[in-house]
């Protein structure tokens, strides 16, 4: 329904557009649905993990964990709500159910829940308190429910997965609306010692009946997929497409390389998330620290900057707040990135462009802030040269582009130049992929004009957004392997 829905908008928008002699182009390739465009825009969501790992220090609980052992003395879940809202980020995923099989919900489907502790009386869910904050908040709501179980005893026979099914419905019926749907691939053994056959194409449809449009984040999506790593890198290559075929989320996923690359000519859209996390654990422990102000922007650079969106945990302490010092932290983050990117260059300059399309798709559509206006040329013409020129010198050392993604993602190679003072062209850097958002970090430099030359593309390229920055916060050696 989604992809007929798809169809059905851009064919309008042709049709508008055709209608008033300027033809946009034509889409290329696998599209986003318009799920997947906004998720994408929303760049930087909170993770949380919290539950019983969260008392014993334990990255993994065992299952055998007493359910007494879950005791957050000044649960806050508004507290996390606000924190992510001052760092800029858009969403929130909790850990609602974790591999030790703990629910932070009165899961009827277990006896391993907040039900079964003292926390307020067998009557506290985490759930309820964080789902109501974000929504009073304009923040959106996602789970992460883990299909691994170590305490359930059916975990291992066909049993278990009607229990799954069971404990997603759970969640899906009385928490909503849920943007987001996180399912962690791991696949150990149960209690009983058996692995489990996970039924994904059920997980799937049961939290697509409640919620058509949540995105269902796996190894291989179907919404977006795993990045391939915890280190918050995507590739510097990065395709939102994917084949995803004959593969499945654990023992069944595509190579690293392939997860962080994407396929170039993947038959699915299936756009990347980095999951990392602000501290060296996942779970909250005393003896850790935030990463630093630079680790975060280098971050945030191979995550949002490479075409993925960054999935950033901060994990509740034992009292069931962000701790300050992590709060602190992504405040200072968020007021670097408003003062790098409040300042586009591009403004001060004029563009000249060799193929603009027509009047309607023209550069000036480059540097309005509009997403959903772009720049393009002819059908058939797959290379161009952007220019600016500026009348004083500037100094930048970020470059940011944006594919129209709703229309495909098409660039595959690009370079960019500045006019030295001898008068002569010099290339600055090579790159690939574009998507959604590339920044690219290049030494820091000083000219009067900058060319984006388009090497490849496999269709007329189509621009929303471009930009010149200067960053004051690394140095030049700190970014210069990224």
């Known amino acids: 329904m989604n992809k007929i829905l798809n169809i059905l908008i851009v064919a309008l928008v042709i049709f508008i557009f055709a209608g008033c002699g300027a033809r946009p182009p034509q889409p290329y390739g696998p599209l986003p649905t318009k799920a997947q465009v906004e998720w994408q825009q929303m760049e930087m969501n909170m993770f949380c993990h919290f539950g019983p790992n969260t008392f014993t220090g334990n990255e993994w609980g065992d299952g055998t964990e007493p359910e007494d052992l879950f005791a957050p003395t000044d649960l806050d879940c508004r507290q996390w709500v606000e924190v992510a809202r001052q760092a800029g980020m858009k969403g929130i995923i909790l850990t609602a159910k974790h591999h030790d099989g703990f629910c932070l919900w009165p899961n009827p489907c277990s006896q391993h829940t907040v039900a079964q502790s003292q926390w307020r009386n067998g009557k506290g869910d985490v759930l309820r308190e964080l789902s109501d904050a974000c929504h009073k908040r304009n923040v959106a709501f996602g789970i992460y429910i883990s299909p691994w179980d170590r305490h359930d005893p059916t975990y291992g026979t066909p049993e278990y997965n009607k229990n799954f099914v069971a404990t997603l419905r759970s969640a899906h019926e009385h928490y909503g609306p849920i943007f987001e749907q996180w399912f962690d691939g791991a696949n150990g053994e149960g209690?009983?010692?058996?692995?489990?056959?996970y039924n994904w194409k059920e997980f799937n449809e049961t939290v697509l009946e409640k919620h058509p449009n949540a995105i269902i984040f796996s190894d291989v999506g179907p919404g977006c997929r795993w990045v391939g790593n915890e280190s918050g890198a995507a590739g510097r290559t990065c395709w939102s497409t994917l084949d995803i075929d004959g593969f499945a989320p654990g023992t069944g996923l595509p190579v690293?390389?392939?997860?962080?690359?994407?396929?170039?000519?993947?038959?699915?859209?299936?756009?990347?998330?980095?999951?990392?996390?602000?501290?060296?654990?996942?779970?909250?422990?005393?003896?850790?620290?935030?990463?630093?102000?630079?680790?975060?922007?280098?971050?945030?650079?191979?995550?949002?900057?490479?075409?993925?969106?960054?999935?950033?945990?901060?994990?509740?302490?034992?009292?069931?707040?962000?701790?300050?010092?992590?709060?602190?932290?992504?405040?200072?983050?968020?007021?670097?990135?408003?003062?790098?990117?409040?300042?586009?260059?591009?403004?001060?300059?004029?563009?000249?462009?060799?193929?603009?399309?027509?009047?309607?798709?023209?550069?000036?559509?480059?540097?309005?802030?509009?997403?959903?206006?772009?720049?393009?040329?002819?059908?058939?013409?797959?290379?161009?040269?952007?220019?600016?020129?500026?009348?004083?010198?500037?100094?930048?050392?970020?470059?940011?582009?944006?594919?129209?993604?709703?229309?495909?993602?098409?660039?595959?190679?690009?370079?960019?130049?500045?006019?030295s003072d001898n008068?002569?062209?010099?290339?600055?850097?090579?790159?690939?992929?574009?998507?959604?958002?590339?920044?690219?970090?290049?030494?820091?430099?000083?000219?009067?004009?900058?060319?984006?030359?388009?090497?490849?593309?496999?269709?007329?390229?189509?621009?929303?957004?471009?930009?010149?920055?200067?960053?004051?916060?690394?140095?030049?050696?700190d970014v210069e392997d990224i």
């Open 191 to 197: 209690p009983n010692g058996k692995r489990q056959e």
């Open 256 to 419: 690293t390389d392939t997860l962080n690359r994407g396929n170039v000519h993947g038959q699915r859209w299936v756009p990347a998330e980095t999951d990392v996390s602000i501290r060296d654990g996942w779970f909250y422990r005393s003896t850790e620290h935030p990463k630093s102000l630079k680790q975060l922007l280098r971050i945030y650079y191979t995550s949002v900057g490479r075409n993925s969106l960054l999935l950033l945990n901060v994990p509740p302490d034992t009292r069931g707040r962000i701790a300050s010092e992590d709060s602190l932290r992504l405040v200072e983050l968020r007021a670097a990135l408003d003062d790098i990117f409040s300042n586009n260059l591009m403004h001060q300059g004029h563009i000249v462009t060799h193929h603009a399309r027509n009047r309607h798709f023209g550069p000036q559509h480059l540097t309005d802030n509009c997403f959903d206006t772009y720049y393009a040329t002819p059908e058939k013409q797959t290379t161009d040269q952007i220019e600016i020129a500026f009348d004083k010198s500037v100094t930048f050392n970020r470059v940011v582009l944006q594919e129209y993604i709703p229309l495909g993602q098409r660039i595959q190679q690009f370079h960019i130049d500045i006019l």
């Open 423 to 477: 008068g002569q062209w010099r290339t600055i850097v090579d790159e690939t992929t574009v998507g959604y958002k590339r920044i690219v970090p290049v030494a820091t430099v000083t000219t009067t004009r900058v060319r984006v030359v388009i090497d490849q593309s496999f269709a007329c390229p189509v621009l929303s957004e471009m930009g010149l920055y200067l960053d004051n916060y690394l140095n030049d050696s």
